[in-house]
């Protein structure tokens, strides 16, 4: 099974599609020096991997690894300086792994422009192995800058469904399993709603 699917897109640039939450195209687009965003506080992180253009955050859990996370972070640059493309590529690949995916515009409080931000909730990821099921729900706010975009991605390992999104946990295990995941999901939500874009001088918005 393909552990993280956002980390091995090929970021190219395609045309804009449904299901984005973009910016205005006619702005002004700044020289973007990171994202600004602070992780869920419900969950102790620590740095799994960590490059020049990419940091990978998991939850701090002895013997837990970035293959292993049932929830991860990355922050990220890429050489796409147009948001919405790089958006569109991205929920391209994502809804190409599942055998049924659901793909929403995400919500954004930031003014700047040069942005896109989505939700896809997968209903189960395809597998080599058919006896693995399990399904995803990942997230998104990409911010363009002149040369290269900023990505703060997410992933949320979930029950598979026969339907995107449509949970129906019997169990007691089965629902408290999806008491933990909803809690997740919402923790993403709110980080991905508050992410903004900030210049070299400070500047956030």
């Not at 600004?36 to 990978?56: I, S």
């Not at 793909?103 to 409080?109: A, E, L």
Request: charged share 20%; proline share 4%.
């Amino acid at each position: 099974m393909k552990k993280h699917a956002l980390l091995g897109l090929s970021l190219l640039s395609l045309a804009g599609c449904a299901g984005l939450n973009t910016g205005g195209s006619k702005a002004t687009v700044s020289d973007i020096s990171r994202i600004q965003f602070t992780l869920p506080p419900q969950v102790q992180w620590t740095t799994a991997k960590q490059d020049a253009d990419m940091t990978v955050f998991i939850p701090k859990v002895k013997g837990l690894t970035a293959e292993t996370s049932p929830i991860t972070i990355v922050y990220r640059r890429a050489g796409v300086n147009n948001a919405a493309q790089l958006g569109s590529k991205i929920v391209q690949s994502l809804s190409a792994s599942c055998y049924k995916a659901l793909n929403s515009p995400g919500r954004s409080v930031s003014k700047y422009a040069n942005k896109a931000h989505f939700e896809s909730v997968c209903n189960r990821v395809k597998t080599k192995n058919k006896k693995v099921k399990i399904g995803r729900y990942s997230a998104a706010a990409i911010f363009g800058g002149a040369k290269v975009s900023h990505l703060l991605l997410a992933e949320v390992r979930t029950p598979a469904t026969a339907e995107p999104g449509k949970f129906a946990p019997k169990t007691k295990a089965e629902k408290k399993v999806m008491k933990n995941t909803a809690a997740q999901i919402a923790a993403i939500q709110k980080m991905m709603t508050e992410a903004l874009a900030c210049d070299a001088g400070g500047k956030c918005q």
